[in-house]
């Protein structure tokens, strides 16, 4: 008998199996899937964000059906496939998913954009390690009391952060930061039919306005501990698990 399919999309902190490290543990009743969005890869250069093309990984990766777990940056390929081809996609998760299209009139949304705008407007005339550490201290800057570091990137700041992946260097990184595109621009639209839950940590403003605005199309949310990860805590894992059970 044919094992039902997990498809796992990461967000900026790490991709593949690395990303999802307590979810190893559902391969031994489904099918896990941990993808690599476009640009992340220990071996080939960092690209510039696809919008498109992760999509497009995502829809090949669900074959003939499969529920949809993604996190944070990774929401956008996950929508945006969910959006395109609802009948493959037995449920989705949202794990804190940076889906910033969708609130862009609202107040943590607006602020969150006003905040890095002006960082994305002279991308260019910057290396990249100057992006990179000025993306991760305007995102610092954000956290409230009690916040994770990282901030509303999802990237955990300093040089004890754990590492997700390969082991890379921070030239490597910085450049992979650097092509990222403006998470506002992405053509992001409300998934039609398909069960949602959506996750978050209950620390940050910016995805708990998201995740209101999701359940007011339907979606289940629930908001558990873990930070920015809360897939790694097991109260935020096993409400993961129940969810994909259920359906």
């Known amino acids: 008998m044919t094992k039902p399919r997990i498809v796992f999309v990461h967000g900026i902190d790490g991709y593949g199996a690395a990303a999802w490290p307590v979810q190893h543990r559902l391969a031994g009743r489904y099918d896990a899937l941990f993808l690599k ?3 992340f890869d220990a071996v080939e250069p960092p690209l510039p964000t696809d919008f498109a093309a992760d999509a497009g990984i995502v829809i090949d990766a669900l074959d003939g059906g499969a529920h949809l777990v993604a996190h944070a940056q990774g929401a956008i390929a996950a929508v945006m496939a969910a959006v395109e081809r609802p009948d493959l996609v037995k449920s989705l998760v949202l794990v804190e998913p940076a889906l910033l299209s969708l609130t862009a009139e609202l107040p943590a949304t ?6 890095l705008e002006p960082l994305f407007a002279r991308s260019a005339s910057l290396t990249d390690a100057a992006f990179s ?3 991760r201290r305007l995102t610092a ?8 570091a990282g901030g509303a990137s999802g990237l955990r700041a300093g040089p004890a952060a754990p590492q997700r992946g390969p082991a890379e260097s921070a030239a490597r990184i910085a450049a992979r930061v650097h092509l990222q595109a403006p998470q506002w621009d992405a053509p992001v639209h409300i998934v039609p039919g398909v069960p ?3 996750v978050t940590g209950g620390w940050e403003p910016l995805y708990e306005e998201i995740a209101d605005y999701l359940a007011t199309t339907g979606a289940r949310h629930e908001v558990t501990r873990g930070g920015h990860r809360p897939q790694d805590s097991e109260e935020g894992a096993a409400l993961i698990e129940e969810f994909i059970a259920r359906h």
């Open 37 to 39: 969005r476009t640009g």
């Open 133 to 135: 550490a000025e993306f």
């Open 141 to 148: 800057s954000m956290n409230g009391p009690g916040a994770p």
């Open 196 to 198: 949602t839950l959506v």
């Open 110 to 115: 607006t602020a969150y954009r006003e905040h």
